[in-house]
């Protein structure tokens, strides 16, 4: 009965493994081009602004930041609050993205989730070394994009927008030092 059942188990197996084994990813070429993110690893925390209708608000958060799965993909959660008038705090904003490489495009692909339900996959590069950067074309608000910079323990992001792709205004700005060393 347990060698009926085994064998059972291995003709059912068998061409999964083999399949898999057939379109195996070039984890080479991902886990390298991950590495190139390392920078951003960490737990980071800080304040920043953000403007919109002409007003602008400041925030103090946390973003943490991970390779998962053998290097192969990063984890970021950003928890950002605003101190309200009487002394309470309220969140802001709450995400949790995913960077993960494709090595058939040759570039990043950024899945971000945000506590308002909205959600979007967006292709992101870096501009240099210690530079990470995206564009939402989707926005409600028009084209938008987000630019990370980290140099000596330091992140500085920006974010800005446009109507057309070419002039960019900037509308939300954040420093955040590195909190833990690794």
């Not at 993909?73 to 995913?98: D, S, T």
């Amino acid at each position: 009965m347990l060698g009926k059942l085994l064998f059972a188990v291995m003709i059912f197996c068998t061409p999964a493994i083999v399949s898999a084994q057939q379109q195996s990813p070039d984890l080479g070429s991902k886990s390298e081009a991950m590495k190139k993110l390392k920078f951003l690893t960490g737990v980071w925390e800080g304040a920043g602004s953000i403007e919109f209708g002409g007003r602008r608000s400041k925030f103090h958060g946390r973003e943490t930041v991970e390779l998962k799965i053998g290097g192969l993909a990063l984890l970021i959660e950003g928890v950002h609050k605003m101190n309200l008038p009487n002394g309470e705090e309220r969140v802001i904003h709450n995400a949790l993205g995913l960077i993960t490489y494709n090595p058939e495009s040759k570039d990043f692909q950024f899945i971000a989730h945000l506590s308002n339900g909205r959600s979007g996959t967006y292709k992101a590069m870096l501009t240099d070394e210690n530079t990470l950067q995206w564009t939402l074309s989707d926005s409600p608000v028009g084209k938008m994009r987000y630019t990370i910079n980290v140099n000596d323990g330091k992140w500085h992001e920006i974010g800005e927008i446009s109507e057309d792709g070419k002039e960019w205004v900037p509308f939300f700005e954040m420093q955040l030092s590195k909190v833990d060393r690794e």
